[in-house]
């Protein structure tokens, strides 16, 4: 079966039922947090202050000749969309739809003029995720049976935000703190990030792991001299506490506080970056995001890399869509997935999309059954993409 058609799409949910209000506001309204523009004065309060406005998921939906259709999903709006449909589409039609590594391969060559790290790299996750969510319903199976059938019955979740009493309250077992304060801060911030960290200890107790994410805002004198200062409070993880380029600095942070447990790659892509860091041991997680990194196919590589080196992947927002979960149910050495905690008084099954996780039970989640990827979308809800 050849691949007859590619195309960028967007998905329409018919408006449902009203979700629950927020018992109050939640913490991301108005938190600073720690970020790559934060030594720029005019960006540092508020990080969508300089984001793209208008960069909005793009679906991509790759056809095979019988008018069997896969969904995957990426970001960055037009402009990845632009390299999908004027460059990979027309070369990949024809294709055969199981092909899918033939595929990978030649995105990944084809985008080398333009550079395949970033836009590129998230153009072939969109459409790398579409052809695997293919071959599972022209095979009539879910994808994680395609890749070796399920590693695990449940998977572990933990909730990302600051609003922990409520991640607690909905059962939630581990969470992740958004760090406020970077360098620019000085020994003020130091002191605020550890008076955040010390609040959630106390109101988690020590039943309930504690990981931070510093998103890019760090230095190596920094994030060392906030490891040794958070070190009573018994982190789980430090995560992504330098910019993805620089690699060696994460072999320096290794060497400097090689007690402390770190994880990155939200950021990176392609595996080269995670086998640079596996073969130095510069970290003990790999968070690839399956939508950026170039889809399951180099999550996969990334997988075997780290398994390797003995080395845990927890994907970076892994909890949130079919596609994370399919992944991390099936491979050996993904225990974790990561969850958005709702806002205060939403509670998870009100906070679910058609092609979101399952309803979260026991702070544990598992794909939604069906074939491909499982997404619950009707095929009246997609309409073409906005250029």
């Known amino acids: ?21 927020p018992t109050r506001p939640p913490w991301s309204d108005e938190a600073e947090v720690a970020n790559p523009m934060s030594k720029f004065p005019r960006y540092k309060r508020y990080r969508p202050s300089w984001l793209p406005d ?15 259709y896969g969904l995957g999903m990426t ?3 037009r402009a990845c969309a632009a390299i999908i449909e004027d460059h990979f589409a027309p070369r990949l039609v024809g294709e055969e739809c ?34 695997w969510d293919l071959a599972g319903k022209l095979q009539r199976k879910p994808v994680y049976e395609l890749l070796g ?42 002191e605020e990030n550890e008076r955040l960290v010390a609040r959630a200890r106390e109101t988690v107790g020590d039943e309930i792991e504690i990981m931070l994410d510093c998103y890019m805002a760090f230095d190596v004198e920094y994030t060392v001299r906030l490891a040794e200062r958070l070190r009573r409070y018994r982190l789980k993880w430090m995560e992504e506490y330098l910019i993805p380029e620089d690699l060696d600095g994460h072999v320096a942070v290794r060497e400097r506080i090689p007690w402390q447990t770190l ?6 892509y392609t595996p080269f970056p995670f086998a640079f860091l596996a073969q130095r041991r510069a970290v003990d997680i790999l ?43 099936a491979m050996p050495n993904t225990p974790w997935a ?25 702070s544990c989640l598992f794909p939604t059954p069906g074939d491909g990827f499982g997404l619950q979308i009707e095929e009246s809800w997609i309409e073409p993409f906005p250029m």
Not at 104 to 131: C, E, H, N, Q
Not at 173 to 185: E, F, I, M, N, S
Not at 263 to 268: D, I, N, P, Q
């Open 1 to 21: 079966m050849k691949i007859q058609s590619i195309r960028c799409v967007q998905i329409r949910v018919p408006e449902g039922k009203p979700r629950p209000k």
């Open 54 to 68: 208008r960069w909005s998921s793009v679906w991509v939906q790759v056809t095979a000749e019988d008018g069997t």
């Open 75 to 77: 970001s960055f709006g």
């Open 98 to 131: 199981l092909a899918i590594e033939k595929c990978w391969d030649m995105m990944f060559r084809m985008s080398k003029p333009y550079g395949t790290v970033g836009i590129a790299s998230s153009a072939i996750s969109g459409v790398d995720l579409a052809l």
């Open 149 to 190: 059938g399920a590693a695990r019955d449940r998977i572990f979740a933990y909730a990302t935000g600051n609003d922990v009493d409520w991640q607690k309250e909905i059962g939630f077992r581990a969470v992740k703190l958004a760090c406020p304060y970077g360098p620019t801060d000085g020994l003020r911030g130091l």
């Open 263 to 268: 994880a990155t790659g939200e950021h990176m």
């Open 287 to 329: 968070q690839p995001d399956i939508h950026w990194v170039g889809g399951l196919t180099a999550c996969r590589k990334i997988c075997a890399i780290a398994e390797a080196a003995g080395l845990e992947v927890i994907l970076h927002g892994g909890g949130l869509t079919q596609f994370g979960l399919h992944l991390t149910a």
């Open 338 to 362: 990561e969850y958005w905690g709702p806002p205060p008084g939403i509670r998870p099954e009100d906070y679910t999309t058609p092609w979101g996780p399952a309803v979260m039970q026991d």
